[in-house]
Every structure is written in structure tokens, then in C-alpha cells.
């Protein structure tokens, strides 16, 4: 489904309700696709809440349709800061995107033990590894790693292989894995030019 949907648009159920309205979208990373609205909290949600793409029936004017009544809405998925993250500066053109959160971390942000025992399927990353697509050949080695104020990594810039005269870093979406010598992504490099931002690390800090 491909549709526009403005921020701050009213959601309309479908009873008639007006539910909240557009706070934000969740974006697939790989694509630049919508995912999901984030509907803000308001008269009928305490708390932000997750509305599928799945459910919104089509816009009209200035109000986004939706095919759930009122009393269903209130059964939506409660939005979450540590589920998602904001993309790297230069997607999207600024505020009101959000990606769903991957669960990578920078080796000199937090102790190795304390991610693991929180979280055992936890990506950890660190500068100087290499990196390799998703068959296996080169792309570079991470030289600088971007994160939010989570401590997750939202990105991280290589240098030498395939981006070795560009600043672009790789988003953290495409991490499929890693241990102490390697970092492989879930992609080839053909994809990965399409799914790499410019190199900004503004929104993030830079590990150090």
C-alpha cells in the first residue's frame, strides 16, 4: 500500500471517532516504506499507541480512515521508545520517521557481560572489525559508530572496500550478525547502495 500520510493529519475510526492524531511513521529501513503510524496520545490513549498500515483504509482530505472502531483502538500495541530508533540525519528530510530498533551495541558504550545477560541475542560491535556482505565479500572496516541516547547503534561509517573514496556509513538494520573478527550484513553490496544514508553522525554520538 502506498499512500501519503501527513503528520499531525486526524485519525478517523471507523465509527466516526476521531482517535488522535499522526505523531509520527514507522519506517521500513530497506525500502522507505510505512510500517505503522504512531498515533498520539490524546483524549482516548494515555500513552502513544501503534497503528498498522494494515488498518488504515485510505485518506480524505486532511484525516487519515481507518477500519477499527474506537473501542478496538484501544487494544493497539502501546508505542515504545526502546523499540524504535530515529534514522541517521539525511533520511527522510528530519523529524517525524522512525526505524524499528535493532539490537546492536557498541562494544566501548557498554560492558560486553551486562549486554549479554539483559540480552543474549544482543549484537556487539566495535571499530577496526570488518565488514563483509552477505555472501561474504569485503566492504570495509568500521571506523566510526553512531548511537543514541540508548546506547543502541543506529549506524556505523567503514572505510577502504567498497565505500573507500565516499563518507557513508551503514545503517544497523543491515547488521545479521558479528563476532570479535567479523561484522556480516543481510545484504549484497548491490543492495547496499541503496539502503546506505549520507555520513552524519550528528544524531548519534560517536563511541570512543
Known sequence: ????????????SSDGEKLGVVDSLVIEP?????????VRKGLFFPTDKILPLQMVTGIEGDAVRVNISKDDAEQLTEYMDSAYVMPPAGYYGGYGYMWPAASV????????EQIRERMPDAIILSEGTLVVDKDGDEVGRIS??????QSRVTGFKVEEGLFRHHEHYIPAHTVAKADDTVVQLS?????????????????????S
Do not use: C, F, W
Open 1 to 12: 500500500m502506498s499512500m501519503n500520510i501527513d503528520l499531525g493529519a486526524d485519525i478517523i
Open 30 to 38: 530497506n525500502n522507505g516504506s510505512i510500517q505503522a503510524v504512531v
Open 105 to 112: 551495541y557498541s562494544r566501548d558504550l557498554m560492558v560486553d
Open 144 to 149: 566510526e559508530i553512531a548511537s543514541d541516547d
Open 187 to 207: 545484504v549484497d553490496k548491490g543492495t547496499l547502495e541503496n539502503v546506505t544514508g549520507p555520513h552524519n553522525l550528528e544524531r548519534g554520538r560517536k563511541a
